[in-house]
């Protein structure tokens, strides 16, 4: 299985908003809703900030919000703050019953 | 509160077999979870190797399954993760995840800290 393409770094200043895509194949995101994102801060694991698409946990601001058309995940993040710096991660269930990442993104706030 | 922790050697010898356990607390291996590992080289991206249901139904990363071997011991709640044959690209964080899969969701709620293993003579 292929990792997830997603961009290698997007940038953003405070209060503006920042897209980060996830691109796979019919074979895991184009066929199914079991996408979500992992938030990790350096040297720390990582947090799962969405699921099934655009389901946020408990805790996590409405800020973050995901969506998805065909086989293209995305992860927006409205109103940026300092403390959303960190490496942005998808994944996605595939058609082989397993689990795929993205190569990660790094998000700077300028 | 669910907590998982790695516990393993830090340090493999090339060819060798890179054995790795994870304790649960808080919440029952005999769940309706999925336990899985994945991993992290150093200044990369995240690999997802492998997860195991309790009752022994396993899925493998295709581009692992020939050296992965995972295992349950329901009686002590810990999961384990064996790769063998391991080479210097071996060397990352391991990190060992709790995971909700339903026929809508597949995700990992509960991470470890992750430990270091660096593969090297």
């Known amino acids: 299985q292929s990792a997830l393409t997603q961009p290698p770094s997007v940038s953003g200043s405070p209060g503006q908003s920042v897209t980060i895509s996830c691109t796979g194949t019919?074979?895991?995101?184009?066929?199914?809703?079991?996408v979500s994102w992992y938030q990790q801060p350096p040297g720390t694991a990582p947090k799962l900030m969405i699921y099934?698409?655009?389901n946020r946990p408990s805790g996590v601001p409405d800020r973050f919000s995901g969506s998805k058309s065909g086989n293209t995940a995305s992860l927006t993040i409205s109103g940026l703050r300092a403390e959303d710096e960190a490496d942005y991660y998808c994944?996605?269930?595939?058609?082989?019953?397993?689990?795929?990442f993205g190569g990660g993104t790094k998000l700077t706030v300028l | 509160q669910v907590q998982l922790q790695e516990s393993g050697p830090g340090l493999v010898k090339p060819s060798d077999t890179l054995s790795l356990t994870c304790a649960v607390s808080?919440?029952?291996?005999?769940?309706?979870?999925?336990w899985g590992w994945i991993r992290q080289p150093p200044g990369k991206g995240l690999e997802w190797i492998a997860y195991?249901?309790?009752?022994?139904?396993?899925f493998y990363n295709p581009s692992l399954k020939s050296r992965v071997t995972m295992s349950v011991d329901t009686s002590k709640n810990q999961f384990s993760l064996n790769l063998s044959s391991v080479t210097a690209v071996d060397t990352a964080v391991y990190y060992c995840?709790?995971?909700?899969?339903?026929?809508?969701?597949?995700?990992?709620?509960?991470w470890g800290q992750g430990t270091l293993v660096t593969v090297s003579s």
């Open positions: 995840a709790r995971h909700y899969c339903s026929i809508n969701s597949c995700y990992v709620d509960y």
């Open positions: 808080g919440h029952s291996i005999s769940s309706n979870n999925w």
């Open positions: 195991i249901y309790y009752s022994g139904s396993i």
């Open positions: 019919s074979s895991d995101v184009g066929s199914y809703n079991r």
């Open positions: 099934e698409v655009s």
């Open positions: 994944s996605s269930y595939t058609s082989s019953s397993t689990l795929v």
